[in-house]
């Protein structure tokens, strides 16, 4: 055997171990599909390719999973949210640095879900709305100082160093005594920071939530307040936790801000 011979050979051998490999892949892959459970109702032999990337790139961003009977339940890790579903019903469940949150969002007993038991969960890395006075209190001070214009504060939650910051965003136009805009406040590169409290202030008019602050707040994930009166002795306050469109209040004292 000469030298080009065993070249041919070689190119021969080659091509067996490519074809051998690409069967042995497509084999593979065909047994993962199989395997894998079929979270999207589609029939993947016979779509579309590019609906299909962006019905996984929906799936990615919002995963919908079942609740285990018999394992343990492993909660979400990274900040995002997902859809589960328990033995009771329709759960959603948010993850942020400062936040993790599940929240029953429908009730069904009357077909018998085979899957596992949740309970509804608030849990706030600081603890206590309370551990954050120090900085409502000094919003308090600016938006009286800026009443009867509203004034708007970001509170920062350092995961790191476990401690609040307050950030005065940036006004867009100008403020009014009903209406401000602002831009987000700068967070660190590093992803310590995240905004866990927007307050803003209703200048002399009492504290609620506006139909403006519902438009603002729908799909945000963070802790409203609002601080109004602030022309009286004791100003007014309302509190909630926004969640993509939930709305839980929260009871906070007014006194326990300004008393
Ligand atoms: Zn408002």
Redesign the pocket.
């Known amino acids: 055997m000469n030298g080009q011979d065993l070249i041919i050979k070689f190119e021969e051998l080659l091509d067996i171990t490519r074809a051998s490999y690409a069967a042995f892949a497509e084999q593979t892959e065909r047994a993962i599909a199989e395997q894998r459970p079929m979270v999207l109702a589609v029939d993947e032999q016979n779509i579309d390719a590019d609906k299909f990337q962006l019905d996984v790139a929906l799936l990615k961003a919002a995963p919908i999973a079942a609740v285990p009977a018999h394992s343990p339940f492993h909660p979400l890790q990274d900040a995002g949210h997902r859809f589960l579903l328990a033995a009771d019903g329709l759960y959603l469940e948010v993850r942020r640095p400062w936040l993790h949150f599940i929240h029953r969002l429908a009730e069904h007993t009357s077909v018998r879900i085979p899957y596992g038991a949740l309970a509804n969960k608030v849990e706030l890395a600081f603890g206590q709305l309370g551990t954050a006075l120090e900085q409502m209190r000094e919003f308090a001070v600016h938006a009286m100082e800026a009443a009867p214009l509203?004034s708007a504060a970001s509170l920062i939650w350092n995961s790191d160093l476990k401690q609040w910051s307050i950030k005065m965003p940036k006004i867009i136009g100008e403020a009014t005594a009903s209406r401000i805009q602002y831009e987000q406040v700068d967070l660190a590169e590093d992803g310590s920071e995240s905004i866990a409290m927007d307050l803003?202030s209703?200048g002399h008019a009492a504290a609620?939530?506006?139909p403006?602050?519902d438009a603002d707040d729908a799909g945000t994930v963070k802790i409203a307040g609002?601080f109004g009166n602030l022309d009286q002795n004791m100003p007014t306050v309302a509190f909630r936790l926004c969640v993509l469109g939930l709305y839980l209040p929260i009871q906070v004292p007014a006194e326990k801000i300004f008393g």
């Open positions: 509203e803003h209703h609620f939530f506006s403006t602050d609002v």
